[in-house]
């Protein structure tokens, strides 16, 4: 019965305490600072190294247009005939939600609520279109957090996944990240926050690295870096 | 790896403290654990043994009618045997990351803890595949992923239930926190209606914050790379509003002799571990022996000590004897777990008669195959002799595929090695040719 695995479990656990006789106040730990990395380089160039070096392709745009001209010109690049926008990447300021044009008829589909699982836009796509919640600097990460603006499927299911990310949601590292999300009680809100960093890849065929496995095959990153 | 990172040193004594702490005071840390997933929509389940732990996954699935499910990597799913105990109770429980689909599809149990079919060569994956889905030949690693890739997409959709592991439980948020590169966790964990996640007590860590140190080290220790593809923080099912996730998360803490260990303040550090799998790469026995032979579910240094303190295990004791004491896993442990010393007092314990030894015929066996090695190694011309016979023997052996019947009580070890080719000549001989006449 589970009440009294539970019991035992816990009991277990403190006679073990009580039989190592060790003290067990807090021990001194080694400050979070002094084992962060350096943050001397500039996020946006590192952001871009760690991100190309995990195998996504990364493009800076100045400005929204171009951000929407490049998703487009991605969407031809990899052939995708239906490309699924999620609704952050749909709505203000990105609004990717519908860019075909009469020379290229690329459908551009928003998953409704209440469509059927085999109508589902997400599984015959080609490519989808996200935002992003954050991006880490120092290992090129992207942070998607689950919401109705944010699925997740979007990210996953797709061959070729496009992220969306302006510049000034970089942080230098995990560790802030997390600190941030934990003071925003995001942990709590939302089911699942997801760092994405580079397509999907295994090596469980003879340590043989082959990309693109369950996930995306392909990582496109557009940062919109409007600093100037 | 040093070089890469300068402040290794440093984070490596702060993981240290972070699993210590985490163990020190392990039952808070659990109760805090199980009160966050509940306030999240969750459900934990706590299993003393391995019985518990499949009676609890299989009635679940059973109540919720489900007759699919689809896994992602879990040592502890092996550890209780779970897949079987589904297959008893109606339920085809499919194994989606890659390595463990193929040794699943072969019969097989995992080799080593990150690259579970590490044994088995892309021909070996490519006649498996033709023979199982009737297709053509090939032994293209691209080809066979993809093709492994197909196969599996319709299984997520399909299944009523993802079952997952969890490389560490945060204690603070109720967080599960899954770490992949293909990308089938997070299927596991998002395309099924319900998520079960199954893991050691040991995995929990205290607050979130720690994850910064812990993910760090381990992406790097796995597999080198400083990030994995894809870390999933699950903290309960999906919430209103989201339409992707679970719509129920179910979580099992297993014990099966976890908490006998942490009573043990010799070997309790062992309870440190992050299964990275780094002292199974840099160890010499492992790498000779190939984990198989270490005949639990985790394998090299880490399995040295830990497979005989689990209830469930059927691995020999006399494993921690198994180790050169060279102290390559102590150096690469990302959480400084000293594993020659606690090698050290394990073997004093069988020595010592507080752990039962090995049986008295394997004592016996052994003895007289030292004493006969002891034999031909007594005089040059024996030793001439009994190197003849085995390069003869050897020769035979491969040519008649007669190998497992040939050796016998070796077969165990020779079921799944290909014999050694010997070489067309001897030392001895090849010495006499070159030397003699030369210089």
Redesign the interface.
């Known amino acids: 019965m589970?009440h009294s695995?539970?019991d035992?479990?816990?009991a277990?656990?403190?006679?073990?305490?009580d039989?190592?006789?060790?003290a067990?106040g807090?021990?001194t730990?080694?400050p979070?600072e002094?084992?962060?990395?350096s943050r001397s380089e500039d996020l946006v160039e590192q952001f871009m190294r760690?991100a190309r070096?995990?195998g996504a392709a990364v493009w800076a745009e100045s400005d929204l247009d171009a951000v929407r001209v490049r998703v487009h010109a991605l969407a031809i690049e990899e052939k995708a005939v239906s490309v699924v926008v999620s609704r952050d990447a749909a709505s203000a300021p990105w609004r990717c939600g519908d860019l075909s044009t009469p020379t290229d008829p690329i459908r551009y589909r928003i998953?409704a609520?209440d469509v059927a699982?085999q109508d589902d836009p997400v599984f015959a796509a080609g490519m989808g279109v996200t935002g992003a919640a954050y991006g880490l600097a120092?290992?090129g990460?992207l942070v998607v957090v689950?919401?109705?603006e944010q699925?997740?499927?979007e990210s996953?299911?797709v061959p070729v996944h496009v992220a969306l990310l302006a510049t000034t949601r970089l942080l230098p590292?995990?560790?802030t990240l997390?600190?941030r999300?934990?003071a925003e009680q995001r942990?709590?809100?939302?089911?699942?926050?997801?760092?994405?960093?580079?397509?999907?890849?295994?090596?469980?065929?003879?340590?043989?690295l082959?990309i693109?496995?369950?996930?995306?095959r392909k990582l496109h990153i557009i940062l919109l870096d409007d600093r100037a | 790896m040093v070089s890469e990172?300068p402040?290794w040193e440093?984070?490596r004594?702060?993981a240290r403290?972070?699993k210590?702490?985490a163990l020190?005071?392990?039952?808070e840390h659990?109760?805090q654990f199980e009160a966050?997933v509940i306030?999240?929509g969750g459900t934990v389940?706590?299993?003393?043994?391995p019985e518990?732990a499949r009676r609890?996954v299989a009635e679940l699935g059973r109540a919720r009618g489900v007759s699919k499910a689809v896994k992602s990597k879990s040592m502890v799913s092996e550890e209780v045997h779970l897949n079987q105990s589904l297959e008893a109770a109606g339920i085809t429980s499919t194994e989606?990351?890659?390595?463990e689909y193929?040794i699943q599809l072969a019969g097989e149990r995992p080799s080593h803890i990150i690259?579970?079919?590490?044994h088995?060569?892309?021909a070996d994956?490519g006649r498996l595949f033709a023979e199982r889905f009737t297709v053509p030949f090939t032994d293209d690693?691209?080809a066979?992923?993809?093709e492994?890739?197909r196969r599996?997409?319709r299984e997520?959709?399909a299944a009523g239930m993802g079952i997952s592991g969890a490389n560490f439980l945060?204690a603070?948020?109720?967080?599960i926190v899954i770490v992949e590169?293909?990308?089938?966790a997070?299927?596991c964990?998002?395309a099924p209606r319900m998520h079960v996640a199954l893991a050691g007590?040991e995995k929990i860590v205290p607050?979130?914050?720690d994850?910064?140190?812990l993910?760090?080290l381990l992406a790097r220790s796995a597999?080198g790379?400083?990030?994995?593809?894809?870390?999933?923080?699950?903290?309960?099912?999906?919430?209103p509003?989201?339409?992707?996730?679970p719509d129920e998360l179910h979580v099992v803490?297993l014990?099966n002799g976890r908490?006998?260990l942490?009573?043990?303040?010799q070997i309790?550090e062992a309870l440190q571990c992050i299964r990275c799998g780094a002292c199974q790469n840099v160890c010499p026995v492992y790498r000779s022996i190939g984990g198989h032979a270490y005949g639990g579910v985790y394998a090299g240094p880490i399995g040295a000590i830990v497979s005989a303190h689990l209830e469930s295990s059927t691995a020999a004791p006399d494993l921690p004897f198994a180790s050169t004491l060279c102290g390559a896993c102590a150096d690469v442990c990302p959480v400084k777990i000293n594993i020659p010393d606690v090698l050290l007092h394990l073997r004093s314990r069988v020595m010592a008669g507080s752990v039962p030894d090995e049986p008295l015929d394997r004592r016996r066996r052994q003895r007289a195959l030292m004493r006969a090695w002891a034999l031909a190694m007594a005089s040059p011309a024996r030793y001439r002799l009994a190197s003849r016979f085995v390069r003869v023997a050897l020769r035979l052996a491969r040519r008649r595929r007669t190998s497992r019947w040939l050796l016998g009580a070796l077969g165990a070890w020779t079921g799944r090695r290909d014999l050694p080719s010997p070489p067309a000549r001897s030392f001895r001989q090849w010495w006499d040719v070159n030397r003699r006449a030369g210089s």
């Not at chain 1, 039989?19 to 060790?22: D, K």
């Not at chain 2, 020190?24 to 039952?27: M, Q, S, T």
């Not at chain 2, 942490?262 to 303040?265: G, H, R, V």
């Open positions: 589970s695995d539970r035992l479990i816990l277990g656990i403190r006679c073990a305490r039989a190592s006789g060790e067990h807090h021990t730990r080694t979070l002094a084992v962060g990395p760690g070096l995990a998953r609520g699982e120092d290992t990460t689950s919401s109705p699925e997740r499927l996953l299911v590292d995990l560790g997390l600190l999300l934990s942990f709590a809100r939302h089911s699942a926050v997801t760092l994405i960093t580079g397509p999907s890849r295994t090596a469980d065929i003879e340590l043989t082959t693109g496995v369950h996930g995306p | 990172v402040e440093a984070l004594e702060r403290q972070i210590a702490d020190a005071r392990l039952d659990l109760l966050h306030a999240a389940h706590w299993a003393a043994t518990e609890y989606t990351d890659l390595g193929i690259a579970p079919a590490l088995k060569s892309r994956v690693v691209e066979l992923t993809a492994a890739r599996l997409r997520f959709f945060v603070e948020t109720g967080t590169n293909e990308g089938n997070r299927l964990t998002s007590i607050r979130v914050a994850l910064a140190v993910l760090r597999t790379q400083p990030m994995t593809s894809y870390v999933s923080l699950i903290t309960g099912p999906r919430r509003g989201e339409r992707d996730g803490l014990d908490s006998r942490l009573a043990d303040p309790r």
